[in-house]
């Protein structure tokens, strides 16, 4: 008639059908909680949605700037003394025109310059204008509620720069936030690779260097951006992918993906975004033990170690063309060998590629990025009447649209793992 003796019986005696019964009882508890936890989240994206019905009108999620004179906003746009702002945000958007009309009006607003990609898998910055104005944006952006749970402070670099660093403000709604060239409904960015802070990623690179036979090495360092960034400036021991555009990387793994089974690959870009779905892309293979990409990107890395494996300029879609944190100029005059890593476009107009020439080259009059191009340009200028070439750049047509590797690239201290000669803009 005790308790005890009841426990002691129940013990003994029912033990299977106990075990049983709270099996059961923790799996209807673990059903309402997940339910109720379901419906919190519900509640909350709904009062987030509602707030924004409630408020259609642009105007209304823009900041009141009436306590600041006008010259204020516009003064400090130059170079020196203004602000480049990169930043991204991978979430779900489900009325992206509003977005690009809102972002718009904000820029506007701020006398912002650059490029707003927005989707319906988020949004894809690159502004600037006076400090200012981009305090201003990055605080109108943290309370917006479609990115008030997403984005953080740090998820906005900062550079040197200004409206000038951009011709225009171009805002648009695209299927992509960044050019990769698959669909979104194919390829989510919520399966992306392990990130790993700067430090985080500092480390594996030094234990990655210090292995000495890195060919043998179970672990790929991986630069995911086009060759003509990685040409002035690149982790040391990378592997340098010979592409011109992003849209191409699916591609380079397809055509090489030797390269990565059963290997750690270590991945890093600009700022993040292309790692973001680049990684989610090699994840889907299934051929390497793991994937990690590098949070915020170089420019993040850059920040907290600016004298550490990254060596040479950080390149930038802008007008600045290069962000230089150390001295290291790893590239070389086209023309004459000389260490140079100043971009210039190519002088015949019709031409988008970008050329490595140093002043000496240049006072002779290479100018241009190929024979092809600097024979266009002379005959353009002899007979101005005739306003339009056919774009055949030499050195466009000779690079392979997306390189084999033959084997694993041979790595030299300090040197990216394949890097050709070459030039091209996107």
Not at 17 to 42: G, N, P, R, W, Y
Not at 363 to 382: I, L, M, N
Request: glycine letters at 8%; hydrophobic letters at 30%; charged letters at 25%.
């Amino acid at each position: 008639m005790s308790q005890t003796s009841i426990h002691r019986h129940v013990a003994t005696q029912h033990a299977d059908e106990i075990c049983h019964e709270t099996a059961s009882v923790l799996k209807q508890l673990a059903v309402t909680l997940s339910t109720s936890k379901s419906l919190k989240s519900a509640d909350k994206r709904n009062s987030l949605k509602e707030d924004l019905t409630h408020n259609r009108e642009v105007s209304a999620w823009l900041p009141d700037t009436s306590c600041f004179r006008p010259d204020e906003l516009i003064s400090g746009q130059g170079s020196d003394e203004g602000e480049v702002l990169l930043y991204y945000c991978y979430c779900d958007l489900e009325d992206p025109d509003w977005v690009c009309a809102w972002q718009t009006a904000l820029c506007q607003l701020l006398h912002l310059t650059g490029k707003v990609r927005i989707a319906t898998e988020g949004i894809n910055g690159t502004v600037g204008g006076s400090k200012l104005a981009t305090r201003l944006y990055v605080e109108v952006m943290l309370s917006c509620p479609l990115f008030k749970n997403y984005l953080c402070k740090d998820d906005f670099k900062t550079s040197r720069g200004g409206a000038c660093c951009f011709p225009e403000l171009r805002v648009g709604v695209f299927e992509e936030i960044v050019p990769m060239g698959i669909s979104p409904n194919k390829l989510s960015y919520k399966k992306p690779g392990i990130h790993l802070s700067p430090g985080e990623f500092h480390k594996e690179v030094e234990e990655f260097l210090s292995r000495g036979n890195q060919e043998q090495s179970d672990t790929v360092l991986l630069d995911c951006r086009n060759f003509y960034e990685s040409k002035i400036g690149r982790f040391q021991g990378c592997l340098a992918p010979d592409i011109r555009k992003f849209s191409y990387f699916p591609s380079y793994v397809d055509k090489n993906l030797e390269l990565f089974k059963e290997k750690r690959v270590l991945m890093y870009c600009t700022g993040g975004i292309r790692c973001e779905r680049g990684s989610a892309y090699l994840k889907a293979k299934g051929v390497c033990k793991e994937v990690f990409q590098l949070k915020g990107g170089i420019h993040k890395y850059l920040e907290e170690f600016p004298d550490g494996f990254y060596r040479g300029k950080l390149f930038v879609f802008d007008e600045r063309y290069a962000l230089s944190y150390n001295s290291d100029v790893v590239s070389e005059c086209s023309y004459c060998g000389a260490p140079w890593d100043q971009y210039k476009l190519c002088s015949t107009p019709q031409c988008r590629q970008l050329v490595l020439t140093c002043p000496a080259c240049r006072g002779q009059g290479f100018t241009a990025c190929c024979v092809t191009c600097q024979d266009k340009g002379s005959r353009q200028a002899a007979s101005p009447a005739q306003s339009s070439f056919k774009e055949e750049c030499e050195c466009t047509a000779r690079r392979p649209r997306v390189p084999r590797e033959l084997s694993q690239p041979e790595r030299l201290p300090g040197g990216p793992g394949r890097v050709l000669v070459g030039r091209g803009h996107s």
